[in-house]
């Protein structure tokens, strides 16, 4: 029973960050079909960012939780740009060309991305500084610290808060309709590269909260750790139905629950045949089955309607 | 083809809202529309009429900004148009209601009225346009609230003008407003172009149904396979044999 609980509580904090990182797949794929595979990069990019400026801030004599707060700022207008820069480099000239051309040049922003982290950050593992008090509380017999309750809090508040801005404000509304029909949004005055820019904007900055949280609950933090991440997240997105916000939220929730659960119990199921390190293997089965079963994910509407 | 006018305007000289000369477009590797001249007067509603395909939607289009001439000229308020977005044109006054309505299917009626104002920044007077439009289509009131999805085609066009005319726009370009609604829907749609039209404002309509467009229009244009081949008073246009065997089927 602990364990069920245990594997709960992990998969929740680990799926609210899928959540995060898929809301910014889906949202480039709801405006403009596209799916910008360089976004799992973005999230290394911005876990890399926050931890360079959360060193040199510490190293600094700069208390902890100023150094954090500001590392969170610099990671995310690093990704900001980046997003804006991604879109306008790679996808923009190639609006209207195949569907292939955009998916080819994702691949490739992903591997220079990959490389220039490397140059710049090394091969190896950067342990993330222990910041804030990292207490442990037993809660019915399961664990968990600190920072995955404010991991959790945190990416649900940003949550309500895209949501608030998607269903609320001018900027989400203009969102929405240029998602619906380019044309038509035009016709109403809205600049839909700026909308687009926006949207990737957007989207990036979530991928850098979700890059340091990640790097946060492993300690660890690393120039290929996106690709991994940039899938399951990707997974996610296409689990709860791509184009849809809620959609990515619950995926990324349901991915993480998955993942947890299966790495808990695959040695009780297999005999010990296999272990928990087979726990990245869950998401591909998951993505596979929607694909198979379901290819239009939990809340997704089918294709036709998006003509 | 014969370019012939029913009767020389002559007398109009104001100064026209928007001036096209020698348009050409190509759309789809086909010249869809090859050279036309055409002219709106502050306050007229003028008709643009032909058959499918003629390159009256291209037309409008290309006004809109949504697609790139190929050549001539596009004069709005005695600027040029060239290199103007589409977005900006809907600034500067240029509102077109398209093909098919393009409503917003997934955003309430409220919202897309709302986007119709998204080139605004005059809350107040936003606040009391909408007031306007819902007491001009009372229907749209009632369904606020309602994905506009859900609507019937009748009042997804009028949700399409409504949110066209949140823009204040000084030239409404209408493409086939009619097109696949119930005879009375066409009515209401048809008393409420007048309306606007008394107004003051200036209109282009693009229709099918030449008749109707005529009689609501004081002058037309005939389209046909992408030159304008007859223009001239509305109801000149209603009389002349050519535009009745031709559009008005008699």
């Given at each position: 029973m602990e364990i069920l609980l245990q594997q709960i509580i992990n998969g929740l904090v680990q799926g609210s960050v899928y959540a995060l990182v898929a809301l910014g797949y889906t949202m480039v794929y709801g405006i403009l079909g596209l799916i910008n595979f360089a976004h799992g990069e973005v999230v290394m990019v911005g876990a890399?960012?926050?931890?360079?400026?959360?060193?040199?801030?510490?190293?600094?004599?700069?208390?902890?939780?100023?150094?954090?707060?500001?590392?969170?700022?610099?990671?995310?207008?690093?990704?900001?740009?980046?997003?804006?820069?991604?879109e306008r480099i790679a996808y923009r000239p190639l609006r209207h060309a195949s569907r292939l051309a955009p998916l080819i040049t994702a691949i490739g922003v992903s591997i220079v991305l990959q490389n220039l982290a490397m140059m710049i950050w090394g091969r190896e593992y950067h342990s993330f500084p222990q910041l804030i008090s990292n207490d442990t509380h037993n809660f019915g017999g399961a664990i968990i610290n600190d920072i995955q309750i404010v991991i959790f809090i945190l990416a649900l508040a940003i949550m309500a808060g895209l949501m608030v801005v998607v269903h609320r404000t001018r900027l989400g509304c203009a969102m929405r309709a240029v998602a619906e029909n380019q044309h038509a949004a035009q016709l109403m005055g809205v600049d839909i590269n700026r909308v687009i820019s926006i949207t990737f904007m957007l989207g990036s900055a979530l991928a850098a909260i979700a890059g340091l949280m990640v790097s946060a609950n492993y300690g660890l933090a690393h120039y290929y750790m996106g690709f991994l991440l940039g899938l399951k997240a990707f997974t996610a997105a296409v689990l709860g139905g791509i184009g849809n916000l809620r959609g990515a939220m619950l995926g990324g929730l349901l991915l993480g629950l998955i993942e947890s659960l299966g790495a808990g119990y695959i040695g009780d199921l297999t005999g010990g045949f296999m272990g928990s390190n087979y726990q990245d293997v869950f998401a591909f089965f998951v993505l596979i089955a929607v694909l198979v079963f379901r290819p239009s994910g939990l809340l997704g509407e089918r294709l036709a309607e998006r003509a | 083809m014969s370019r012939g006018t029913v009767s020389p305007v002559g007398a109009r000289r104001a100064v026209p809202l928007l001036e096209v000369r020698s348009l050409q477009v190509a759309y789809g590797g086909i010249q869809?529309?090859?050279?036309?001249?055409?002219?709106?007067?502050?306050?007229?509603?003028?008709?643009?009429?032909?058959?499918?395909?003629?390159?009256?939607?291209?037309?409008?289009?290309?006004?809109?900004?949504?697609?790139?001439?190929?050549?001539?000229?596009?004069?709005?308020?005695?600027?040029?148009?060239?290199?103007?977005?589409?977005?900006?044109?809907?600034?500067?006054?240029?509102?077109?209601?398209?093909?098919?309505?393009?409503?917003?299917?997934?955003?309430?009626?409220?919202?897309?009225?709302?986007?119709?104002?998204?080139?605004?920044?005059?809350?107040?007077?936003?606040?009391?346009?909408?007031?306007?439009?819902?007491?001009?289509?009372?229907?749209?009131?009632?369904?606020?609230?309602?994905?506009?999805?859900?609507?019937?085609?009748?009042?997804?066009?009028?949700?399409?003008?409504?949110?066209?005319?949140?823009?204040?726009?000084?030239?409404?370009?209408?493409?086939?407003?009619?097109?696949?609604?119930?005879?009375?829907?066409?009515?209401?749609?048809?008393?409420?172009?007048?309306?606007?039209?008394?107004?003051?404002?200036?209109?282009?309509?693009?229709?099918?149904?030449?008749?109707?467009?005529?009689?609501?229009?004081?002058?037309?244009?005939?389209?046909?396979?992408?030159?304008?081949?007859?223009?001239?008073?509305?109801?000149?246009?209603?009389?002349?044999?050519?535009?009745?065997?031709?559009?008005?089927?008699?």
């Open positions: 890399m960012l926050a931890l360079s400026a959360l060193t040199a801030l510490l190293g600094m004599g700069v208390p902890p939780v100023p150094a954090l707060l500001f590392s969170v700022m610099v990671a995310m207008a690093g990704c900001m740009v980046l997003g804006y820069g991604i | 869809a529309v090859k050279g036309i001249d055409l002219h709106i007067a502050p306050g007229e509603l003028v008709a643009l009429i032909g058959s499918n395909g003629a390159g009256k939607t291209t037309t409008l289009k290309t006004l809109a900004g949504l697609l790139p001439l190929s050549s001539g000229q596009i004069h709005y308020d005695g600027k040029s148009l060239h290199n103007i977005e589409a977005h900006q044109r809907v600034s500067m006054g240029i509102a077109l209601v398209p093909e098919g309505r393009g409503v917003f299917a997934r955003l309430t009626v409220h919202e897309n009225l709302q986007m119709g104002a998204y080139s605004r920044n005059d809350q107040h007077e936003i606040a009391s346009d909408l007031a306007r439009m819902y007491e001009l289509f009372p229907r749209l009131a009632e369904r606020r609230g309602q994905l506009a999805g859900t609507l019937s085609g009748g009042e997804q066009q009028m949700v399409a003008m409504a949110r066209a005319l949140m823009s204040r726009p000084r030239l409404l370009m209408l493409d086939e407003p009619s097109m696949g609604l119930a005879p009375l829907m066409v009515q209401k749609i048809f008393e409420t172009i007048r309306d606007i039209a008394a107004q003051g404002m200036s209109i282009l309509l693009v229709e099918q149904n030449a008749r109707l467009a005529l009689q609501a229009a004081q002058r037309g244009y005939v389209m046909e396979s992408g030159s304008i081949t007859l223009s001239g008073a509305a109801g000149e246009l209603l009389g002349s044999d050519a535009v009745q065997r031709a559009y008005l089927g008699s």
